[in-house]
């Protein structure tokens, strides 16, 4: 089936610190999300991004959908203790919502 | 408006027993889909729907059945517990217009 990489698997980083973390797939897809996981609690959907080469922000949070359509980042910037949690990225081929393949995650720790 | 509501949110099973783990949601999605989670690991699709009556396996079903009589409702069953589906479960709900949302999450022990 479909997989995705993600990396790094785990970052410490200082607070006031930017961050980045990636994801690559072995197979296309036409979207790709990036959620957070804080602990105890579901995933929580950051960023979705729907077009070859889109950037978007929300907030201090940028990811862009790879032109290849085999990969996305995001970048966290001015990082701060509630970045904390682990970082999800997911891709689909087709356009059920709740057919995602996900990557293992990056968790990030925030030391003030 | 309560989301996606999972129920239980925790659960120790017996190898061999049986049990149904809960999925509600209150936003009228027509999608809906049952993820594990192990330690360390991404979510793994178990079982989705899209749409009342309509239901196909992700990509680890083995061990799961699942059913949508109602949009609301998609439980997960788990036909006879083994350890190696001891994880965290999670329910998510979705639309053509919007991305899943996430409930909070069954931990699931089986022992």
């Known amino acids: 089936g479909q997989q995705l990489n993600q990396s790094p698997q785990s970052m410490f980083i200082q607070e006031g610190e930017d961050v980045s973390m990636n994801c690559t797939s072995s197979s296309i897809f036409n979207t790709w999300l990036w959620y957070k996981q804080d602990p105890g609690e579901g995933p929580v959907l950051l960023i979705a991004l729907y077009k070859a080469g889109e950037l978007t922000s929300n907030g201090r949070l940028t990811a862009q959908f790879g032109i290849t359509r085999k990969d996305s980042f995001l970048n966290i910037s001015a990082s701060i203790p509630s970045d904390v949690g682990i970082y999800f990225c997911a891709g689909r081929s087709g356009t059920n919502a709740g057919k995602s393949t996900f990557g293992d995650g990056t968790t990030l720790t925030v030391k003030p | 408006n309560a989301g996606v509501t999972q129920t239980p949110k925790f659960q120790v099973l017996k190898t061999g027993q049986s049990m149904t783990l809960q999925c509600a949601q209150d936003m009228n999605h027509e999608y809906m889909s049952w993820y594990r989670q192990d330690p360390g690991m991404g979510l793994r699709l178990i079982h989705y729907?899209?749409?009342?009556?309509?239901?196909d396996q992700g990509e680890v079903p083995n061990g799961y059945n699942v059913s949508r009589s109602t949009t609301e409702d998609f439980p997960l069953r788990l036909l006879s517990a083994a350890p190696s589906q001891t994880s965290v479960y999670f329910c998510?709900?979705?639309?053509?217009?919007?991305?899943?949302?996430f409930g909070q999450g069954t931990r699931l022990t089986v022992v």
């Open positions: 998510a709900s979705s639309n053509r217009d919007t991305e899943a949302f």
């Open positions: 729907s899209v749409g009342a009556g309509i239901t």
